[in-house]
C-alpha cells in the first residue's frame, strides 16, 4: 500500500506562486502513474502533470510554463512549482502513484 501526504497549498493572489509537495511514507518503491492532478468545485477531477522513470516530465496546456513537475532523487517525494497563479487555478491539488491518492491540498488564488 502507498501513503502520500501532500502541503503546500494555500491562499494566494493572482501572479503568486507555490510550492506542493507530496511526500510517499509507504510504497516508495512503485516509481509508475506519478502524477498531479487537481479538482475544482462542481468539476470533475482533472490531470495536471505526470513525470516519468527517465525523468520527462508533461503538463497540459493550461498550465505550461506557469507549473513545473519535479521530483527528489529518490523520487519518494513529488514536487508541483506553480507561478504566474490564476484564479482558475483554484482547485484541491492531489498526487497520485502507482493508482494511490493522497489526501489533497487546497489552492486558492484571489484576484
Known amino acids: 500500500q502507498v501513503e502520500l501526504v501532500e502541503s503546500g497549498g494555500g491562499s494566494v493572489q493572482a501572479g503568486g506562486s507555490l510550492r506542493l509537495s507530496c511526500v510517499a511514507s509507504?510504497?516508495?518503491?512503485?516509481?509508475?502513474?506519478l502524477a498531479w492532478y487537481r479538482q475544482a468545485p462542481g468539476k470533475e477531477r482533472e490531470f495536471v502533470s505526470r513525470?516519468?522513470?527517465?525523468?520527462?516530465?508533461y503538463v497540459i496546456d493550461s498550465v505550461k510554463n506557469r507549473f513545473t513537475m519535479s521530483a527528489d532523487e529518490a523520487r519518494t517525494t513529488l514536487f508541483l512549482e506553480m507561478d504566474r497563479l490564476k484564479p482558475e487555478d483554484t482547485a484541491m491539488y492531489f498526487c497520485?502513484?502507482?493508482?494511490?491518492w493522497g489526501q489533497g491540498t487546497q489552492v486558492t488564488v484571489s484576484s
Open positions: 497520485r502513484r502507482c493508482g494511490y
Open positions: 509507504r510504497g516508495t518503491r512503485c516509481w509508475y502513474d
Open positions: 513525470i516519468t522513470s527517465d525523468g520527462s516530465t
